[in-house]
């Protein structure tokens, strides 16, 4: 390959090549977030930072307690996300809400730090609105964007301005102030918000089972495993959890783990073994932390449950769905019979913009290859427990034993009438019984099997 | 770092020598090095699939056990869990066909080593710093290559190598030949000098304890302008004439071994060669004698050996290459003719050429014929691969002529491998109706049976003879119907002592990999 020179253009030169235009803006709003609930996990994620941030401040002290709380309103198609967390102080509260990925996150403990994850609002309702306040001052600050604008924009084809001319047009602010509001806060609103998805944004039980699963809330009470997970997970440090709240419900969200689960209208299974396990990172220290429960392993569990699958959390928060170790199984559907968690612990392990999966990288892979490895201990005693059954089946009579190979290459041959197959299972029977090499025989007529059958 | 699992793998084949470069790599990450946990199998050992490996090598050794080291490298992916990026495939099979290892699809992604570890180890392994690899920022340590080898991995595995009580080691690298049959000037290239043998050695007694003999697998250190000092370093650590290694009570002889046999054409250029050898406890002398050519250069060395007392002699013998039978025959019968003269012992190795690229030994040299192979095969067979240098021996087991060699080659397999039986107990009625139809032949019917043994196969014999269009030698062809298992059975039992004679050289001096256990004709 012929070397590149080593010449820089002039800043100023630069600044006339190098365009940034408005579809950079659909690009980090509407095309980063494929499944519409998500934007419940952005900004669950950006609230529990924020308290994390007001703890550290020691914001607290005074009783209050943390808390995110989500209001859903169908018929005024609105949804709010609230939390009590540290806000923005007014001389940034613009900057930041307004900025494109700049986030000052990255390289701290907080879950985001792309600065991106704000932005998802924008494609599923008609306005979307940032208020808050924080300590250093009396006023509730606002940031608007019209995302009715937005969206005319970007389908505009005349409109030949660039992504400073898009928010321009955008976005609008508001201070006031205002005596009952809290001290700190910090509240998305999303306003008229899209019919997207059998309206799944605004149907509060797919929202619960949704944050249920993503979000960093606590295992529910009578939970048998919860004490143990929590501290294995807090030696390292993670598993942090917050009180969410949906509406009026005075009940906290919680995990959707319990003692015993159904796996279909007549069974019923319970969970058995906890199993903990670390991931050594490649350059020393634990990159990860998981647990696993175990069960009878009858079969896949259903999804409806929200407890299938080895998933993946950082900082207590879901990346990607319940498939996201599946390629660590050596089948695939063995996935969906385990129950269980692995949490990231190192920087190293970077989850990748659209927080569905992790960025490639050596460590990624590391991570993939332990994993494998439980992933193929469960395999195993997924086979195990389903041969142990099989054999009681025949032992109890409850079942014909299974048939032989021979027999089930017969039966598998389509090709062949009823009265032929029949005519031939009892052929080669009969040929078996007077056979001296038994073994022998049925791998001979395994083999002969599809030519006879082609012929017949 | 340290606490990696590192998993070495060599192929389930049978080999004579342990795995130097695995070795080399296990001092890399052992204890010693970065202080990894290294396991090392050989074959596929299920046993290892419990664990979550950081690295796995595989090393490769003979391009024709190609099948062997696929199932290696496939249960290498089986074990790193189908990750590609943590499998390094090195050694001289994947070197020397190494692009046909790389374009193979479902090996894509596993770095193929071609050559030599002697860059420094990130270097060499092309670990990517970019990607943050495992040890990628190695970039300045000593090359794996020049490290001691880590004897003690060989105690994880089952398998026992003839040969491992000795230092393994070389004091020259490369070759200043070219022969197009060998592997060298692709792998090693020029002649070159390597770091001090004395070092190595040390090393080797520091970390291991003492061993007995001296492993060099130098390709021609005749050749190297530093000849008289290494062979000086030689006596200075102690491999004299007599020398005895001593462990506890009892005492062994100790001896250098240059493995890979020295070059008649320089040796016959001046004595000082095989005078200073004299010098080392070299047991046995390995001189190669691969073409009739070398004839001159070939016995000027021999007799030179003599003159400084070196008679334990051993000798390499290509064929299959450019050489006839007759060409093979000869150089057998020049060395038991130089016995006879000298009372001297050479044995010889007759070694079957492949071409080292090839999957399998399945070549049939152009003067030779697959059926000429199997005798020779089934010959050498009952001698466990050695050409003794007993004149009596020999003229039974090879004849006595060229002619009588050429007819032995022809005759029927189960002659050959029941050869008493048939020459001297229940078989010679047979046996002597055979040789009397065999003389009867004019010289166009033995070219026509010929030509039909050219392609002889067991299965096909019924189908073979039914095409002969030859009268006599359809008629001859019946003496070369395949024994069933139970006649040959027989045979055996009837004269089960005369079946194995043992091997008249000990393992350790025989040649690795004269694949005495193949069935030319199973492919």
């Known amino acids: 390959?012929?070397?590149?020179?080593?010449?820089?253009?002039?800043?100023?030169?630069?600044?006339?090549?190098?365009?940034?235009?408005?579809?950079?803006?659909?690009?980090?709003?509407?095309?980063?977030?494929?499944?519409?609930?998500?934007?419940?996990?952005?900004?669950?994620?950006?609230?529990?930072?924020?308290?994390?941030?007001?703890?550290?401040?020691?914001?607290?002290?005074?009783?209050?307690?943390?808390?995110?709380?989500?209001?859903?309103?169908?018929?005024?198609?609105?949804?709010?996300?609230?939390?009590?967390?540290?806000?923005?102080?007014?001389n940034v509260f613009a900057r930041t809400l307004t900025a494109l990925g700049a986030s000052k996150k990255r390289g701290s403990d907080a879950r985001g730090f792309r600065g991106v994850g704000r932005l998802c609002g924008l494609a599923y309702c008609e306005q979307l609105i940032f208020r808050g306040k924080s300590t250093t001052g009396p006023r509730v600050w606002e940031v608007g964007f019209d995302c009715r604008r937005f969206k005319e924009l970007l389908n505009d084809t005349q409109f030949r301005g660039d992504v400073n001319d898009v928010m321009y047009e955008i976005i609008q602010f508001d201070t006031f102030e205002d005596s009952r509001a809290r001290t700190h806060f910090f509240e998305v609103e999303l306003r008229r918000v899209s019919r997207v998805a059998n309206d799944t944004l605004l149907n509060q039980a797919a929202a619960r089972t949704y944050i249920s699963q993503v979000a960093p809330v606590p295992f529910r009470r009578g939970f048998r495993f919860a004490g143990r997970i929590t501290k294995h997970l807090a030696k390292y440090g993670t598993g942090k959890t917050y009180n969410i709240y949906l509406n009026d419900d005075s009940r906290r969200i919680e995990r959707p783990f319990a003692n015993s689960f159904a796996l279909k209208e007549t069974r019923r299974d319970k969970f058995l073994e906890l199993e903990v396990f670390e991931v050594p990172g490649l350059n020393g220290g634990v990159d990860a932390v998981g647990w696993l429960l175990h069960h009878n392993y009858y079969g896949a569990l259903p999804q409806q449950l929200g407890i299938r699958g080895l998933r993946l959390r950082l900082g207590n928060m879901q990346i990607g769905a319940e498939n996201v170790f599946e390629v660590a199984f050596p089948e695939l559907r063995f996935n969906s019979w385990s129950v269980g968690e692995v949490h990231l612990l190192s920087s190293r392990l970077v989850p990748n913009g659209r927080r569905d999966d992790l960025e490639q990288s050596v460590h990624q892979q590391n991570l993939l290859n332990h994993v494998g490895?439980?992933?193929?201990?469960?395999?195993?005693?997924?086979?195990?427990?389903?041969?142990?059954?099989?054999?009681?089946?025949?032992?109890?009579?409850?079942c014909a034993k299974p048939p032989t190979a021979w027999l089930q290459s017969l039966r598998s041959f389509k090709s062949l009438d009823s009265r032929k197959q029949r005519a031939f299972e009892r052929f080669f029977?009969?040929?078996?019984?007077?056979?001296?090499?038994?073994?022998?025989?049925?791998?001979t007529i395994v083999a002969i099997l599809p030519k006879l059958c082609s012929i017949a | 770092m340290a606490g990696k699992n590192i998993l070495l793998i060599e192929p389930g084949y049978k080999n004579k020598y342990p795995p130097l470069g695995l070795m080399k790599l296990a001092q890399y990450h052992g204890t010693r090095g970065k202080g990894d946990h290294v396991r090392f199998i050989k074959g596929e050992n299920t046993s290892v699939l419990d664990t979550t490996w950081d690295r796995i090598y595989v090393t490769t050794l003979f391009s024709f056990e190609w099948?062997?080291?696929?199932?290696?490298?496939?249960?290498?992916?089986?074990?790193?869990?189908?990750?590609?990026?943590?499998?390094?495939?090195?050694?001289?099979?994947?070197?020397?066909?190494?692009?046909?290892?790389?374009?193979?699809?479902?090996?894509?992604?596993?770095?193929?080593?071609?050559?030599?570890?002697?860059?420094?180890?990130?270097?060499?392994?092309?670990?990517?710093?970019?990607?943050?690899?495992?040890?990628?920022?190695?970039?300045?340590?000593?090359?794996?290559?020049?490290?001691?080898?880590?004897?003690?991995?060989?105690?994880?595995?089952?398998?026992?190598?003839?040969?491992?009580d000795g230092y393994f080691a070389y004091a020259s690298r490369g070759c200043i030949r070219k022969c197009s049959f060998c592997g060298v000037p692709k792998l090693e290239g020029d002649l070159y000098d390597t770091p001090s043998l004395t070092l190595i050695v040390n090393g080797i007694e520091k970390c291991y304890g003492p061993k007995k003999d001296m492993i060099l697998m130098?390709?021609?250190?005749?050749?190297?302008?530093?000849f008289k000092e290494i062979v000086a370093e030689i006596r200075d650590l102690g491999f004299t004439p007599g020398a005895k290694l001593q462990r506890g009570k009892s005492k062994a002889l100790r001896r250098v071994d240059f493995n890979q046999g020295v070059d008649a054409r320089?040796?016959?250029?001046?004595?000082?060669?095989?005078?200073?050898?004299?010098?080392?406890?070299?047991?046995?002398?390995?001189?190669?004698?691969?073409?009739?050519?070398?004839?001159?250069?070939?016995?000027?060395?021999?007799?030179?050996?003599?003159?400084?007392g070196l008679n334990e002699l051993s000798n390499y013998m290509l064929y299959n290459f450019h050489d006839t039978p007759a060409d093979l025959y000869q150089r057998m019968r020049i060395n038991i003719d130089l016995n006879e003269e000298l009372g001297i012992r050479i044995f010889s190795f007759p070694m079957r050429y492949q071409p080292t690229n090839m999957k399998d030994r399945s070549h049939v040299g152009e003067k030779w014929n697959r059926y000429?192979?199997?005798?020779?095969?089934?010959?050498?067979?009952?001698?466990?691969?050695?050409?003794?240098?007993?004149?009596?021996?020999?003229?039974?087991?090879?004849?006595?002529?060229?002619?009588?060699?050429?007819?032995?080659?022809?005759?029927p397999h189960h002659f050959i491998f029941n050869r008493f039986w048939y020459e001297r107990y229940g078989g010679r009625d047979e046996f002597q109706e055979y040789q009397l139809e065999y003389e009867e032949l004019s010289p166009t019917d033995r070219a026509d049976l010929l030509s039909v043994l050219a392609n002889f196969e067991n299965r096909k014999f019924r189908y073979l003879r039914e095409r002969i269009s030859n009268r006599k030698v359809r008629n001859i062809f019946r003496f070369y119907k395949p024994l069933h298992d139970a006649e040959e059975e027989e045979i055996w039992r009837k004269q089960r002592e005369w079946l194995r004679k043992p091997c008249p050289v000990p393992d350790d001096e025989r040649v690795e990999d004269a694949g005495l256990e193949l069935d030319l004709f199973a492919a």
């Open chain 1, 1 to 90: 390959m012929a070397a590149i020179a080593e010449r820089k253009f002039s800043p100023s030169k630069l600044n006339e090549l190098v365009v940034v235009g408005k579809d950079v803006l659909e690009l980090l709003s509407s095309a980063m977030y494929v499944d519409p609930l998500t934007i419940y996990r952005e900004y669950i994620q950006n609230a529990s930072d924020a308290i994390d941030e007001a703890e550290r401040d020691g914001l607290y002290s005074n009783g209050a307690r943390p808390h995110i709380s989500i209001s859903i309103d169908p018929r005024e198609r609105t949804i709010k996300i609230i939390d009590n967390g540290t806000g923005l102080p007014a």
């Open chain 1, 373 to 398: 490895q439980r992933a193929k201990q469960i395999t195993k005693r997924c086979r195990a427990k389903s041969a142990e059954r099989n054999r009681k089946k025949v032992r109890d009579g409850r």
């Open chain 1, 429 to 443: 029977a009969e040929l078996l019984r007077s056979s001296p090499r038994k073994a022998k025989a049925k791998s």
């Open chain 2, 67 to 164: 099948k062997r080291i696929s199932k290696a490298i496939d249960f290498a992916l089986e074990a790193a869990g189908g990750n590609r990026n943590n499998i390094f495939v090195g050694g001289i099979a994947a070197s020397l066909m190494h692009e046909q290892f790389v374009r193979e699809e479902r090996w894509h992604g596993i770095r193929f080593i071609n050559g030599l570890l002697r860059e420094p180890p990130a270097i060499s392994l092309r670990l990517s710093a970019f990607d943050q690899e495992l040890y990628s920022d190695d970039i300045r340590g000593q090359p794996i290559e020049d490290l001691i080898p880590d004897y003690s991995i060989l105690e994880q595995i089952e398998y026992k190598y003839p040969v491992v």
């Open chain 2, 218 to 226: 130098d390709n021609n250190v005749v050749a190297s302008p530093r």
């Open chain 2, 266 to 308: 320089i040796l016959c250029k001046d004595p000082m060669f095989l005078r200073e050898l004299s010098s080392i406890c070299i047991k046995p002398l390995r001189i190669a004698f691969d073409h009739l050519g070398l004839r001159k250069p070939y016995e000027t060395a021999i007799r030179y050996s003599h003159d400084v």
């Open chain 2, 372 to 411: 000429f192979l199997r005798s020779m095969q089934i010959i050498l067979q009952a001698t466990h691969g050695v050409v003794s240098g007993a004149p009596d021996f020999f003229k039974e087991a090879f004849g006595e002529t060229v002619e009588t060699f050429h007819d032995l080659l022809v005759r």
